[in-house]
């Protein structure tokens, strides 16, 4: 991305469309808040509600939040073995699903079909599709992402979630989970450094890093705050899991996440004002700046 600013920060809200305790948060998060994009869920329960209030607040910028797995399909794959259940529900496992996604061959077919679904899906509701990433960055997995590398340039979407993070920056604020942090950054260093020479070559757009992922669901004021100091030059996303409780979709399936600290967090009047004293500026993956926080 080209950067008319040495410091410019994407404040993403993922699964939207998952439920109204979510697009809630989302809403307050944009009006209140520092937020600038979320990314919708279209398989979601609450995925029509979030359309009408993406409508209703257009300068909130929406991408695609592809899921395949701990969600629902939007194409029916009656073949066999099936890349979802009877009920058209994917796993709920992500290493097991993403290991049938990578050797299972005949799953291929499905994969194309049920990852263009979604991207049709999305275009129907008139919105236009910002960028693209995945619920539990499903879209960087070899299988999927040479798939989207195919659909991108198709539809038009210009700009993609290339999720990495700093371990030492993250480990430095939150020493939490160092092993299983540690890994997630090795792998998504390997992913990504497999996907950004395509990227390149296709002329589609991702941020310098991409800050969210060894703190997902632990995004609250105090980890932000100090996080901010880390934002280097150039464009780096920061993506968040917000929530109002009660919401007993969220709760069931992100039982550990601190939505409504995440929430907080990007409400609050510390982090807004940290935000100016570093001179950071918020902008969206389309380069409108925000304004006002």
């Not at 994407?10 to 697009?23: E, K, R, T, W």
């Not at 968040?240 to 409780?245: K, M, S």
């Not at 007993?248 to 004002?273: F, G, Q």
């Amino acid at each position: 991305m080209k950067n008319a600013h040495p410091k410019e920060l994407i404040v993403n809200a993922d699964d939207f469309g998952l439920s109204s305790g979510v697009n809630r948060a989302v809403v307050k998060g944009w009006r209140e808040g520092i937020l600038t994009s979320a990314s919708l869920m279209v398989g979601g329960d609450a995925f029509e509600e979030a359309v009408a209030l993406a409508k209703e607040n257009p300068g909130l910028q929406v991408g695609l939040h592809l899921t395949l797995v701990q969600g629902s399909a939007v194409v029916r794959h009656d073949r066999f073995p099936s890349i979802h259940d009877r009920d058209g529900n994917f796993t709920n496992d992500p290493v097991h699903g993403g290991m049938r996604y990578f050797f299972v061959k005949s799953f291929r077919p499905q994969l194309h079909r049920e990852i263009e679904g979604q991207i049709l899906k999305f275009r129907e509701t008139g919105l236009p599709l910002s960028h693209v990433d995945g619920h539990l960055n499903i879209h960087m997995h070899p299988t999927v992402f040479d798939i989207l590398r195919e659909l991108m340039p198709k539809h038009g979407i210009t700009t993609f979630r290339l999720s990495r993070e700093n371990l030492r920056q993250n480990l430095a604020i939150d020493r939490a989970r160092p092993l299983g942090k540690a890994a997630d950054a090795f792998i998504f260093s390997r992913l990504a450094a497999r996907c950004r020479p395509l990227l390149d070559r296709l002329g589609i757009g991702y941020a310098a890093e991409v800050k969210g992922l060894l703190n997902s669901g632990r995004m609250t004021e105090e980890y932000l705050l100090r996080a901010l100091d880390g934002v280097g030059d150039g464009t780096t996303e920061i993506y968040f899991h917000p929530g109002c409780l009660p919401c007993a979709e969220i709760t069931r399936r992100m039982p550990d996440y601190r939505h409504e600290e995440e929430l907080a967090a990007l409400t609050s009047p510390r982090v807004k004002e940290r935000l100016r004293a570093l001179g950071i500026r918020l902008r969206n993956y389309r380069g409108e700046e925000k304004t006002y926080a």
